[in-house]
Structures are given as C-alpha cells and as structure tokens.
C-alpha cells in the first residue's frame, strides 16, 4: 500500500501529528490513542522474545509493572523528574530481565513459556504483599503528572501536563523513538543474531553465535523496553495498582503481536491499534446488546482463533525475515539484476 | 605439531552405547580427507565431538594454534568456529525463512564485531562494517554460484542449492578447517560434479576439508586420505587404494566372507 501511493505515509503523519490540535479533537479518542501507544511499545518490546529469538515469553508484563512501579515509588517518595525517573526504569528493567534469563536461559518451548508465566505471578504477588514499598493492594495514588521544568535555565519557564494532548504528544516520541531503534536493530549483526536463535539454534553456535549472551541481551532489551513504557503509564494514568499487572495483560499483548505477525515491527504497531480500538468499541456495542462487557474477552478468544485457521503468519506476514527490506534491499537488487545482465 | 588437527584416542559414550572408542587419527593440512563407514558407525559423532557440540566422554583434541597443539574438547561450537573450525550439517540446517545473503551474513558473524550501541546509533563503524559484511557475503555467494539468488528465501532455493549454501554460510567464517557431513547427499550426477569442482576450489583457497560421504565413487576421487569408522572403532587408515582392499573394510560394509568371495 505504502510503496503504491508513497505520499499516504506523510498523509498519515500529518494527520497523527495534527490531531490534537484541531478544533473537532476529543477528549476520550486522545485518550484510547495514547493508551494505544502504550500498547504499541509494549508490543514492540514483547516482540523482540518470541518474535527475534523464538522463545514463547508469557511474562512480559512483569517489565511492565517494574517500569510503573519503579516510576511510581521514585516518583512519590523522592519526587523526582519524570526526565530522571525514565532512564532508571529502563535501567531497571533491563536489569531485572538479565536477572530473568538466570533460570530461562537454558530452557526452550513450553518450559520457558511457563517459567516465565511464573515470573509475571511472582511480580504481581510481590506487589501485593510488599506493603511498606508499593502500598499493596490499596495502589498507588497521586503519582504526579509529567513536568519540564526549566526554571534554572529562566524564571517561570515550567510546563506541568495537564489534559491529554502533551501526553499524546510525549507517547508519539516514545513510539518513533522505540520504533526507530527496534528497526535499526533488527537489521544490525546483533538482530540477525537474534533471528538465527529463532531459526535454528544449532546452527547459529555453529556460526559463532553465543546463544547465552545473545539471549541475555535480548531479554535485557525487551524488559527494558516494557519497563519504558511503564514508566510512561505510571505518570500518564497517575494511579497503580498490582491488578494492572495480572497475567491477562501478557497475554493481550502477545494477542497483538500474533495478529500483526510475530517478528514484525509493523505488525507489532499494527496489532495494538486493532485490538485496543476493538476493545474499546466492544465496551459500548456489547452492553447495548445486553451482553456484560466482559464479554469482550471471548470475542479476542474468537479472533485468535480465525487468525490461525486462515492468517496463521498474521495480518503482516514478515517475509523475509529481516534486515533486508526497504531502499537498501531495492539498490542490492537493481543491481544484482545489472550484473546480470551485463 | 604439523597436523592441522589431532584426535587422541577419543571417546564418546552415551548412556550404555559407545558411540566412538578410543579413535585417533590427524588430519592434515592442505588435502581432503575423508571420514567413512556404515550407518551408525560414529562418524557425525565424530564430527560433533570435533565442532564442540559433544565434549568427548575420554581422550583429547588438540588443534593447532600457530604451530601449538592447543586443547579444545569441551569447547562451544561458537569458540570452534571462532577458532577456525567450520561445519555443514547432514539434514540441512539452513535459516530458513530468512534470505540467502542473510544466512550467509550470519555465517560471518564471529568476525564482526558490531554490538547494541552501534546499531542504535548507527556509527559509522558500524555503517562500514555493514557495507563491508555484505560484500564479503555477495563474494562468498559467487564462489558457490549463488550470487544472483541472494535475496531469495533460504528455503525457496533447490536441494543442492540448499547444501551449497550451507557450504558459503561455513566458508563465510573464514575458517582453516571445513568439515562437510555427506555434503553430495541427495544430489543428481551433474550437481555432484560441481560439488567435487567447489571442493576443489575450496582447498585452493588453503582450507582443509574433512567430509563424511556414502558416494564412495566421489570419496575415492576426492578424498587423498581416509579414516574408516565401524561401531564406533577405528578399523582403517589410509589412501584410497589401500582402503578399497583392506579386508577389514569390506567386512564392514558387505558383511563377513565377502572378502574372501
């Protein structure tokens, strides 16, 4: 679609960008649209586990929750700025997911998949039960909104997010930034790396692939990316509880990766605009058809099911695997072609 | 030592089956050798015991460093490749769903260098290194006559293109030991001909080769020196010719009496 009609992606920016500010903008769309693009990080983190290295990961909101958590307490109880707090939830993010990979590295298949259910059960009974640190079950109020404050640069230069827009705003750089750098990474030695652990985990130590380190790395980068998007959740929606974080949320994120194509940067992005949209249009079709809108959860169950009898790859199959896609692989091609002929 | 790799007496068990016992033999420079037996005698044991995906249960494999026997049984099969020592694999192990150049670019992967930062911010290290990567890539593609499929999938190409590629995905870490298991298997005459011809090309280049085979028309074209494997044992050490009329040979292959027949 994109190479047919090239000037439909600068539409659709312009579009994005101008949303907020012109006159018809509402409040509640605004709203689904930066809860989207939490999801679309979230969705891009989780991607690079099962959808780089092949590894089925039903823990990834666990990062989520240590991201939130960590901006949460640094918020509250030492008051710092969200421009401090985002780095160190990152850090700890990634951190944690190194911790992770001590009793996952070795494991493949189901075992890793249900060790790292464990991990996300661990995270929100940790959050439960650690009253003196995250208040249990009671949440975390009052978390404050995102601010610049530039007041040592010039008096009365400080900004405080109020409404929706500035958060809109602050999600769409995230998501250009993670985006740019799951794109460049995915096609550098260290993504192919990734993508040869997929597809064959033998014959990638036979090419002088260190599986262990590989796979840290790539956990570390995945945790690191959800506890980002935490991060922004925790001072966007300014309130945290351990519900947030409940093994449902995994799985509705990897709902998006597998209905965009496992493996695929696009495909990540695409899925969480499908399945929060739904989601939010089922909340009010389905009580006006009488039904509760819990009920929601079994039409994702439906669509599960329909992508993998007839759309088994995803609404972006991703064919070739990585890296060489886009202009550079045109140019290879032109002039493969060439020599060809010539 | 002057052999490019020494297997001393090498064991390997698995649970009450010897797969290799007491196995010794060099492999040196600069010619072809081949590995040969019956089916299940322990030859890609061997291979794997050599690549360092099994550690040997008993015995020793040295490899030479600049003249020095260094010791490797136990070694990850990443630091033999990284040492020089690479592998084709008897059932095809390609990247499948990733493009030729790809597989092939992954197959250099231990002699480049880039990590996460510079992917990310795309230095220009990491730029030259890339655009060096894949010329490196397109030139180890031509020398199997894979170039103009670069961009293809791995799995879209034919069988023996297949087993091609997996020989450019080896040769691409720039290995001094290239070990191919039945690299002829399932090929036609005409595509086994151009594999004898690549071989060839192969060893021109310095790089010595070790293959298993079952052809044994093409193991006693090719091959200068053979290794002859039987339940695990040793039995046979030598040139073509002396193999072909070692009795002990024969009785492995064809059975007791068939070499008095």
């Known amino acids: 679609m994109f190479t047919k009609f090239p000037a439909l992606k600068f539409i659709l920016l312009a579009a994005v960008l101008a949303y907020p500010l012109v006159p018809f903008t509402d409040y509640y769309v605004l709203h689904v649209a930066v809860l989207t693009m939490v999801y679309m990080i979230l969705a891009m983190g989780l991607n690079v586990v099962p959808g780089f290295t092949g590894l089925l990961d039903l823990g990834f909101v666990g990062f989520y929750g240590i991201g939130a958590y960590t901006a949460g307490i640094l918020s509250l109880s030492y008051g710092l700025s969200f421009w401090l707090i985002l780095p160190m939830a990152v850090l700890a993010g990634a951190f944690v997911g190194m911790l992770r990979g001590a009793p996952t590295l070795r494991l ?20 439960t039960n650690e009253i003196w640190l995250t208040r249990g079950p009671l949440g975390m109020p009052g978390i404050p909104p995102v601010e610049i404050d530039l007041r040592w640069l010039h008096a009365g230069w400080r900004y405080v997010f109020t409404g929706e827009t500035p958060y809109y705003y602050l999600a769409l750089i995230l998501v250009a930034l993670v985006y740019a750098i799951m794109l460049r990474v995915e096609n550098s030695r260290l993504g192919r790396a990734w993508l040869a652990i997929r597809e064959d985990p033998l014959a990638a130590a036979s090419c002088g692939v260190n599986l262990m380190l590989f796979k840290t790395v790539a956990f570390a980068f995945s945790a690191a990316i959800g506890a980002l998007a935490g991060c922004l959740m925790a001072r966007w929606s300014m309130f945290l509880s351990p519900d947030i974080f409940k093994f449902w949320e995994s799985f509705l994120v990897l709902c998006m990766l597998v209905l965009g194509g496992l493996g695929n940067v696009n495909g990540a ?10 989601g939010e249009v089922l909340r009010i079709v389905l009580p006006k058809l009488g039904l509760p809108a819990e009920t929601r959860f079994l039409v994702y169950g439906l669509i599960m099911i329909f992508i993998m009898r007839f759309k088994p790859a995803g609404f972006m199959p991703h064919v070739a695997g990585c890296s060489f896609v886009g202009r550079r692989a045109r140019e290879l091609k032109a002039r493969l072609e060439a020599e060809r002929a010539g | 030592m002057d052999a490019i790799l020494k297997v001393d007496g090498v064991s390997k068990r698995f649970g009450g089956l010897m797969a290799l016992s007491d196995v010794s033999f060099e492999i040196r420079p600069g010619r072809i050798m081949g590995l040969i037996g019956p089916n299940g005698a322990g030859k890609t044991t061997m291979f794997n015991c050599i690549a360092g995906i099994y550690t040997p249960t008993d015995g020793r494999i040295l490899l030479n460093q600049e003249g020095r026997a260094l010791e490797v049984n136990g070694s990850k099969p990443e630091r033999m490749t990284q040492l020089g020592v690479a592998r084709t694999f008897q059932n095809i192990r390609l990247f499948g769903s990733l493009t030729v150049l790809d597989n092939v670019r992954i197959g250099r992967h231990c002699r480049t260098g880039q990590g996460f930062w510079g992917a990310v911010l795309r230095t220009r290290a990491q730029k030259a290194e890339e655009a060096l990567l894949i010329e490196q890539s397109l030139e180890y593609l031509d020398f199997v006559g894979l170039k103009g499929k670069a961009l293809d999938i791995a799995t879209s190409l034919s069988y023996g293109d297949q087993r091609r590629l997996e020989i450019a995905r080896a040769m691409a870490s720039g290995p001094k030991l290239l070990l191919l298991d039945e690299p002829a298997a399932g090929m036609n005459p005409q595509e086994t001909a151009s594999l004898v011809d690549l071989i060839h090309a192969i060893l021109e280049k310095g790089i010595t080769v070790v293959l298993i085979e079952h052809d044994m028309k093409l193991v006693m074209k090719i091959c200068e020196h053979l290794v ?34």
């Open chain 1, 269 to 278: 992005i695409v899925g969480a605009v499908i399945l929060i949209c739904l």
């Open chain 2, 228 to 261: 002859v494997l039987d339940h695990g044992v040793m039995i046979a050490e030598g040139g073509p010719r002396d193999i072909r009329e070692n009795p002990q040979v024969i009785e492995a292959y064809l059975g007791r009496g068939a070499a008095h027949a």
């Open chain 1, 108 to 127: 493949s298949g189901d075992y890793f998949a249900i060790v790292t259910f464990g991990f996300t059960e661990l995270v929100v009974l940790f959050l």
